[in-house]
């Protein structure tokens, strides 16, 4: 089992940046691919970005490519996401999500992922 809890959402204005952690505990929790996904008010869950378990390969949505930054540090059984120029269609509850053996063309999709956070809430103001 891996449980994972995310934690620094919050209010920001337009412009403004955000750091989201996501802690993880567990066995092997380091072999696994990490993602984060957002679901905006009355909208689908949607994939926002993807690191696999050594950091070496990410993948982020078009849609906050250049203004987020996914990172790990498996020292401390962490994955972040760093946002930048926030938006308020950046708006969200985000979740982390914890997967194995992920093949490329599944990275996207939330049904890869076996593991989930409660998420936390990202409002971005105009």
């Known amino acids: 089992q891996v449980q994972l809890v995310e934690s620094g959402g919050g209010l920001v204005q337009a412009g403004g940046s955000l750091r989201l952690s996501c802690a993880a505990s567990g066995r092997t929790v380091n072999s696994y691919d990490m993602a984060w996904f957002r679901q905006p008010p009355g909208k689908e869950r949607e994939f926002v970005a993807f690191?696999?378990?050594?950091?070496?390969?990410?993948l982020y949505a078009d849609s906050v490519a250049g203004r987020f930054t996914i990172s790990r540090d498996n020292a401390k059984n962490t994955v972040y996401l760093q946002m930048n120029s926030l938006k308020p269609e950046d708006t969200a509850v985000y979740y982390c999500?914890?997967?194995?053996?992920?093949?490329?063309?599944?990275?996207?999709?939330?049904?890869?992922?076996?593991?989930w956070g409660q998420g936390t809430q990202v409002t971005v103001s105009s």
């Open positions: 999500a914890a997967g194995r053996g992920i093949a490329t063309g599944q990275l996207m999709g939330a049904l890869a992922y076996n593991y």
């Open positions: 690191i696999s378990w050594s950091g070496v390969r990410t």
